[in-house]
């Protein structure tokens, strides 16, 4: 498959830059529940994945995540697979016992679908798209060795739309003056996540 073949090439690579270029390597599962376009009409779905976060400086790290999720039809007939893979930049303006951040990046969205005949795949496609995320969040250590997470992302943002944000997805999540500052930056997006988990330091 594409995305684990880029996910294993991307992780190779960083795990072989100088030991001066990554001063710690954290790693752990991480759940999100993900709302997509409320223009859709879906619910929030939840996934299950893990990160990798490489301490780059005092004050950025990079985050390369990849969850998973699988559904089937009540008929048994369709199964749906959902493996998306990010890859952000994390800014801390302050690094603490409680470590704000911003990130932003890139992720890959993949979906297979899947006509199933009992435990028989007869077809599949799958189908991939590209988009930029942007958020904020907090990091709590738990001693030297381990750390809480969680933060909140809006995906599959655009700049400079005529439409206003809110028409475009914002509020998937009601988070005050979030929307404001979107419609400031003419930004948008089609939908949001709250991500959160623990990572074990190395």
């Not at 496609?125 to 381990?146: D, N, P, S």
């Not at 439409?163 to 914002?170: L, R």
């Amino acid at each position: 498959m594409y995305i684990p073949r880029l996910a294993a090439a991307a992780v190779a690579g960083l795990l072989v830059m100088p030991a001066a270029a990554v001063a710690q390597v954290s790693v752990g599962p991480r759940m999100s529940f993900v709302r997509p376009d409320p223009a859709l009409g879906k619910e929030t779905d939840r996934y299950t994945g893990a990160a990798l976060r490489l301490k780059t400086s005092p004050r950025t790290s990079i985050e390369l995540a990849m969850d998973w999720r699988s559904t089937t039809s009540d008929d048994a007939t369709v199964r749906i697979r959902d493996y998306p893979f990010q890859g952000s930049l994390m800014v801390y303006p302050v690094r603490g016992a409680l470590a704000p951040y911003a990130l932003g990046g890139v992720g890959w969205y993949s979906q297979r679908m899947e006509a199933m005949a009992g435990a028989e795949v007869l077809s599949q496609q799958t189908v991939r798209r590209m988009g930029y995320h942007g958020g904020f969040g907090g990091e709590l250590k738990m001693g030297k060795r381990a750390s809480l997470f969680a933060d909140y992302r809006y995906t599959f943002l655009r700049f400079g739309d005529d439409e206003p944000a809110a028409a475009n997805g914002a509020g998937a999540f009601a988070m005050p003056g979030v929307g404001s500052l979107l419609e400031y930056f003419r930004m948008s997006h089609e939908g949001s996540m709250w991500t959160g988990g623990i990572v074990i330091n190395f």
